[in-house]
């Protein structure tokens, strides 16, 4: 036994490997001392300082100074805890913010560049649709309980006595006046035959009194004042809000993107379930 | 002289609506009760959509059901509150959250495990002790009941749009006597609202809601509190004593009226309108009856539960030198807890999630025989006895079914009800608070009808077919909702007119119902038909339209849209008004008959209907009353 020791002593290899774990006890050791370390320098009070200044407008005295940095420490122990526990995976709510936080450095990072002209236009001219004012009336109704005292009563406004219209016919629940109203809105108010009447199959001119068209409620004599029709919308006029579409749409597809690079550097495996 | 230019420069500034006049209200339709995935029973009920979800399917825009399918109104609202419960609001969707701290509340691992609907169930029973503070509860965290009421008033005041759509900030305010004697009102305010709302857990005493009330009104935040389901409240809502069984007096009275202005009538728990053992003489007033105390079994009594005898206690109260505690005027709402309500008979979703998502769990669709003998009728069928064992509270049980085949359910009484109405100058919050406040407000059981209601002396006949007929009743009369004072010597003057929804069935009839105090104290009602369609004249013996024959064919829910009216209107004096007795007169329209939803599911799933519902529905409008004051 005593001989193995002392050839064993003698054998440089054997010496070799007890310095190296020697090394690695001691890396370990100190290691595990800096994880137990808390750096306070002068660039981190300074830090301190001025959050404090910024809160009570003055600099903190040397007691309050020992507190903040006490504070801090306090909190910097407890973050390592949490992060030596795993929390960071577990809680839901770090979770959450961890990930809101590239959430939001996606969207930093994809600032919109300016389109030129022509391409803004021609972004505009493939969602014209959304920027459009769908055909609008301004209207005014007499209303009538039957057919045929709504033919006497546009006979007796085509006669001349249009100047009275409001007190003409019988009272009618809704408004006897719409502006600007479109087909929609129309149909949701008076019924959906009356609205395809108005805007389409007689499609109302503006020429006085007409009618009478028949609505849910019953007979209208109706004047048509004003037909807005379909307006395609105009580029110059609404330049600015459009830019602003573009550069909302663009930032979106460029943080889909940048997700979806994201998501293509992970492999997703999908474990199977044991059969009992 | 100089007077005068100044009231011609008014008169010519007035119409160019710097203040709008009288008639220039509009009847505004809208929803003043509903339950977000905020609500603790909501979210176990499956609904995860918040109040961006329910403000945008009030604007038109359709959201989904928990069970999977698009809910889509036929026309968007102008305003809508919502109305979470504001106990424990916002915990359960906390308690679901396992980082959170009330994650490891007693009943959180059930709410977070539970799939199936019996689960579902149970999970809601284990609540109850809470709610109904049995036990004590340390882990009730305030900070989320604050954060959520902050979440919730910032989306309202996101989605108020002045002039096209007004979203209130409200919460309901879920107290009741000891088993569920429902005492439930909703909390609406006319502006901005506190940082913490007033619930059931600081105290179930409603008189002490309405001192919170006045408190926060005189820092200028004015609300109101709006009561329902007293069809489910055992008699508690309009008892003639208070909470806790003092005499009403004169100051009960006004501090009740002064915060409880309005009254739901109907909603998708059942009409409190009438009950028919109270108005025996009243043919129409078996509709949407539900009979039940609010989760329970237990048959709700029938006096002080009902809107007309309420009426009538009031008025024998004001006799009695008590004031009156029960002037209030009439709205309807539909209390979903699925952040969107179902106002069509033929698109009903019902109210509770996935616990009464389609026909078979409704009761209105018969089970195949091997539902009916699986073990999940009989675990559904005992939903309130499960609640029972698991709370600790009595709950009663299921009468005998009368149509076996089909799950008896308390859900089978309940409907497509209702929607608010209210005759405001604009859209907008202010104006809005104030028609309720006004109580110039009307209630309908689901579809678009309008109503008004005009009183006076001098009010004439012939201004039904005069164009100017609002601007004249607003000058010489009153409008629903408001004090007539009587002239001796003299009988008021009515104006009654309604339109139809053009969306549903034409309108049969307008009445009048009338209530009085009599000489001898006693209170008396009667009901006159006051317009019928089809120019048909009412019988002056009955005081009853004749028959239109509107039929609906409950095979195929075919009606005949050609019988009934668009509209119909009515001048009306009281054949029997006495000098002395103070009264009050309200209007109720009815539409023709259609199909009820439980037949709508029964034709689209190729059954026959449950032959214990009703097969049709008469759908109908309710003004608030006009009191005469002596």
Known sequence: MKQLLSTLLRDRLVWFVAFGLGLFAIDVASERRMEHRILIDLPLVEKLVAQWEGQTKRRPNAQE???????????????????????????????????????????????????????????????RANYDTPAKLTWRHIYASDEAQARALLAQVKAGEAENWRALGQPFMLNRAYMRQDKLEMAQIMGADFATQMFDTQAMAVDGWAGPVRSAYGWHVVAVDRRYEKRPAVFAPMAEKIAKDWANEQARIAKLEAWRALRASYEIELVPVDAP | ????????????????????????????????????????????????????????????????????????????????????????????????????????????????????????????????????????????????????????????????????????????????????????????????????????????????????????????????????????????????????????DKKYSDMRMRNEPLVEISQVKGTSEVHPLQSPNDEFAAFEIMPYQIATWYNSRVEGSYIRDAYKRGLQMQAR???????????????????????????????????????????????SWT?????????????????????????????????????????????????????????????????MRRKETFGTSGPRMRVRLFAGYGLEADWLDDAQLV??????????????????????????????????????????????????????????????????????????????????????????????????????????????????????GLENPTCRWSTWDAVRAGTLPNPSLAATIQERVWSSPIWLEH
């Open chain 1, 65 to 127: 100074l020992d507190a903040l940095v006490e504070g801090y420490i306090r909190e910097e122990i407890l973050v390592r805890e949490a992060r030596r526990l795993g929390l960071e995976d577990e809680d839901v709510i770090i979770r959450r913010r961890l990930a809101q936080k590239v959430e939001f450095f996606l969207d930093e990072n994809n600032p919109p560049e300016l389109p030129d002209e022509a391409e803004l236009k021609a972004w505009f001219e493939e969602n």
């Open chain 2, 321 to 367: 030198g008590q004031g009156n505690p029960y002037k209030f005027g009439l709205i309807s709402a539909s209390d979903t807890h699925v952040s969107a309500g179902a106002f069509d008979e033929y698109d009903y979703w019902s109210k509770i999630g996935l616990v009464d998502a389609n026909g078979r769990l409704r009761g209105s669709v018969r089970l």
């Open chain 2, 471 to 588: 601007k004249k009743a607003y000058q010489r009369g009153v409008p629903m909702g408001a004090d007539l004072k009587a002239r001796k010597g003299q009988s008021p003057d009515f104006l009654v007119w309604a339109t139809r929804d053009p969306g549903s069935a034409p309108l049969q009839r307008l009445q009048i119902v009338k209530g009085w105090v009599d000489s001898d104290g006693q209170s008396q009602e009667k009901i006159y038909d006051v317009a019928c369609a089809g120019g048909a004249r009412v019988d002056a013996k009955t005081n009853r339209c004749p028959d239109n024959n509107a039929r609906v064919d409950t095979k195929t829910c075919d009606y005949d849209a050609d019988t009934g009216a668009e509209e119909l209107k009515a001048y009306w004096q009281d054949p029997e008004a006495n000098a002395g007795e103070n009264a009050f007169y309200y209007v109720r």
């Open chain 2, 1 to 248: 002289m100089k007077l005068k230019t100044w009231l011609t420069a008014a008169l010519l500034i007035a119409p160019l609506g710097v203040h709008a006049a009288p008639e220039d209200r509009k009847a505004l339709f809208g929803e003043t009760h509903l339950h977000t995935n905020l609500s603790f029973d909501a979210f176990i009920f499956g609904n995860r959509n918040g109040p961006d979800e329910a403000y945008e399917f009030a604007k038109g825009k359709a959201i989904q059901h928990p069970a999977g399918f698009e809910m889509k109104m036929r026309v968007p609202l102008d305003f809508q509150a919502v109305t979470d419960h504001a106990m424990y609001l916002g915990m359960v969707p906390a308690m679901f959250d396992e980082s959170t701290q009330v994650s490891n509340h007693k009943v959180a691992s059930g709410l977070r495990t539970a799939k199936t609907a019996s689960e579902r169930r149970a999970a809601f029973g284990a609540m109850m002790p809470y709610i109904g503070q049995q036990v004590e509860d340390d882990l009730l965290d305030m900070s989320i009941v604050r954060s959520t009421w902050a979440d919730i008033k910032q989306a309202a005041n996101r989605h108020n749009d002045p002039g096209k759509f007004t979203a209130m900030i409200g919460y309901e305010y879920t107290s009741s006597q000891d088993t569920f004697e429902n005492l439930h009102r909703n909390v609406l305010f006319r502006g901005d609202a506190p940082a913490e709302p007033y619930s059931r857990l600081i105290s179930k005493n409603p008189e002490n809601l309405w001192r919170w009330m006045d408190s926060i009104r005189e820092q200028g935040m004015d609300s109101i509190a709006i009561p329902h389901n007293s069809n489910g409240s055992d008699g508690y809502m309009f008892d003639d004593v208070t909470y806790d069984g003092a005499p009403i």
């Open chain 2, 371 to 435: 539902q009916r003998l699986g073990a999940q009728v009989f675990r559904v069928r005992n939903w309130w006895t499960q609640v029972n064992t698991i709370a600790g509270a009595r709950t009663g049980n299921p009468p005998k079914n009368p149509a076996p085949g089909f799950l008896q359910m308390q859900w089978s009484s309940w409907g497509a009800s209702g929607l608010a109405g209210v005759w405001a100058e604009e859209n907008t919050r202010g104006s809005i608070f104030d028609a």
